[in-house]
C-alpha cells in the first residue's frame, strides 16, 4: 500500500473495505501478499499468465492434432494429456492397484470399534 501513499492505518477512514479488497485483487503475482497467500503460484516466474495461456494453446493443439489423426487413421492414437502445470496441484492419489477381496474389506470394515 505504500506504493499509493496509503497504510493500513487508513482504512476505514480514507479508504474502503472494498477499495482495500480491490486493492489486493490486482496485486502483481510477484508481490509479498500474493507470494504469502500462494508461494507456488506466485513463484512460477511471475509470467504465470503467458505460461497459463501458452499451456492452454500447446493442449488444444494436442486435441486438434488427436482429432485429426483419429479421424484419418485407422490407428486409434492415444488421447493426450495436459501440460503440467506449475501451479496447479494434482488431485491423482491412488490407493492400492485393484479392488481388495470382499472377506478382506468385510474384516477392515469390522476392526472398526464405534464409539
Known amino acids: 500500500m505504500t506504493l499509493t501513499g496509503h497504510t493500513l492505518a487508513d482504512v476505514p477512514r480514507d479508504i474502503s473495505w472494498s477499495d482495500l479488497s480491490d486493492f489486493a485483487k490486482h496485486l502483481p503475482a510477484d508481490s509479498a501478499c500474493s507470494r504469502e497467500i500462494d508461494s507456488d503460484f506466485a513463484s512460477w516466474n511471475c509470467r504465470w499468465k503467458t505460461n497459463a495461456i501458452l499451456a ?21 492414437p492415444k488421447k493426450p ?7 496447479a496441484k494434482s488431485n491423482d492419489i491412488r490407493y492400492g492397484k485393484d479392488a481388495i477381496p470382499r472377506d478382506q474389506f468385510e474384516k477392515w470394515w469390522n476392526s472398526f470399534d464405534p464409539k
Open 81 to 87: 494429456k495436459a501440460y503440467p502445470r506449475p501451479h
Open 56 to 76: 492452454d494453446i500447446f493442449d488444444a493443439i494436442q486435441w486438434l492434432s488427436y482429432g485429426f489423426v483419429k479421424a484419418h487413421s485407422k490407428v486409434s
